[in-house]
């Protein structure tokens, strides 16, 4: 079992940055991957960025390559996103989740066993 909390959620305004953080707790996060995703009020979650268990791999949904980035510290059991030129479009809870099997390429919310509670990420124009 892991347990995902995500925190550095916060009210911006259009073209800030700002970096998120999740930290799992268990021996066994440098096994999974991890992916982001958001969703935002009256809308389906939506994938935005992934990262394989080793970090040497990383994928991005289309409406924030070249904005955002996803990392990792294994050995701070941590995953990042630093998300840069913010949009109000960006406006969205954001929830980091974990793929116990520590695959590629993970697009879809089913494909992930473990979900944070969520960080509010708004964006004002």
């Known amino acids: 079992q892991v347990q995902l909390v995500e925190t550095g959620g916060g009210l911006v305004q259009a073209g800030a940055s700002l970096r998120l953080s999740c930290a799992a707790s268990?021996?066994?996060?440098?096994?999974?991957?991890m992916g982001w995703f958001r969703q935002a009020p009256g809308k389906e979650r939506e994938f935005v960025a992934g990262i394989t268990f080793s970090g040497s791999r990383t994928y991005y949904g289309d409406s924030v390559k070249g904005r955002f980035t996803i990392s990792r510290d294994n050995a701070k059991n941590t995953v990042y996103l630093q998300m840069s030129s913010l949009k109000p479009e960006d406006t969205a809870r954001y929830y980091c989740?974990?793929?116990?099997?520590?695959?590629?390429?993970?697009?879809?919310?089913?494909?992930?066993?473990?979900w944070g509670q969520g960080t509010q990420v708004t964006v004002s124009s």
């Open positions: 268990g021996r066994t996060f440098a096994s999974y991957g």
């Open positions: 989740a974990a793929d116990k099997f520590g695959g590629v390429g993970r697009l879809l919310t089913e494909e992930y066993d473990y």
